[in-house]
């Protein structure tokens, strides 16, 4: 499958640092400060670890649910 590079903005702070993406499909592989966004001189370890993040096999991909009543132990 083809490597490319899409322009976007992370959304992890409200920051919006502007992004220079790399994905493969639906794999985000690499993610780094795009120059020519307003936002974009630099990005933090958070935002630069956004593939890990988002292909953790520990993400919550759902909203959790309460299964005992408040108060429980
Ligand atoms: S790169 Fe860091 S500072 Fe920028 S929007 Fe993402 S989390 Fe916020």
Redesign the pocket.
């Known amino acids: 499958m083809e490597v490319q590079e899409k322009k976007g ?9 502007g ?1 220079l993406n790399t994905v493969r499909g639906d794999m985000l592989l690499q ?1 780094r ?1 795009d120059t020519s966004h307003p ?1 974009g001189s ?7 670890a ?1 593939p890990e993040l988002v292909h953790s096999p520990n993400r919550v991909l759902y909203p959790m649910r309460r299964t005992n009543p408040k108060g429980a132990a």
């Open positions: 903005y992370c959304t992890l702070c409200r920051s919006r640092c992004t993610v400060p936002t630099a990005m933090c370890m958070k935002g630069k956004a």
